[in-house]
């Protein structure tokens, strides 16, 4: 029984790791959100946040996985013996809570930093199309200019 005990604690910790590692996801989002706000987006920067989320997003994998681990193996204490762990079902519960509302909100602020993306990355397009445009406006201007100096091979006839 104390065994089960200890494996209750653990789930505690790993849900309290990963409400640590869903604030630290919601801090780089807000990162992100203020470099697709920005006029001049800067794309190195915000691939560098995008490596920062992705590590945090393995984190929370690797937490998920260890945290089912354990559950397989606590959960039939829990369950036959939910009287003796009252407290600590509790906090699960809220700790659960927890992370799904952290969850959500994280969600969430993906979902508004796409919509803010996109519209910078077609913007970026937009503008890509433009200087192409002009690019091709100025060749063939150039190249018809270019045509009108050269003066064509004129024959000239010397009888008289």
Known sequence: ????????????????????????ISSVNMEQKKLAEEENFDLEAFEKTLEKKQEGIDALNKLDEGFETVFERVKPEITQNAANHKAEIEQLKKLVTLVTEKGIIAQTEEARNKALIEKQFSGLRKDIRQKKMTKNVTNNYYKNM???NVIDSVFMDKKK
């Not at 604690?9 to 630290?24: G, H, N, P, V």
């Open 146 to 148: 270019n045509k009108l």
């Open 1 to 24: 029984m104390e065994y089960q005990t200890d494996y209750i604690q653990i789930l505690i910790k790993s849900l309290q790791k990963k409400i640590e590692t869903l604030d630290f």
